[in-house]
């Protein structure tokens, strides 16, 4: 149980810095930022698997290759989304 709140807690401080990276700040609250945060890692965990051996943010001690990981997935999510709402990336 303590992991899974461990896991949406680093989900929300990853989609927060990567709102904040992406210029989306003010357009999203605190549940998309959780949101953005656990789908990047997802993505950004799978994509570091090939390379590396992925990681997880849901462990303790916490896993910085799983949590870099998991903020690369966030960013290329938001600009995945910004492409598709303005049609370029920010």
């Known amino acids: 149980m303590l992991g899974f709140i461990w896991f949406i807690i ?6 927060w810095l990567a709102s904040l990276v992406m210029n989306r ?3 999203m609250g605190i549940f998309l930022n959780i949101v953005v945060g656990i789908i990047g890692s997802f993505i ?15 462990a303790w001690p916490p896993d910085i290759g799983g949590i870099l990981a998991a903020f690369v997935g966030a960013v290329v999510l938001l600009a ?3 492409l598709m709402q303005r049609g370029r990336v920010r």
């Open 25 to 27: 700040d003010a357009s």
């Open 44 to 58: 950004g965990n799978t994509i570091f698997s090939f390379i590396s051996g992925g990681g997880t943010i849901g």
């Open 10 to 15: 680093m989900g929300g401080i990853i989609g």
């Open 80 to 82: 995945i989304v910004n």
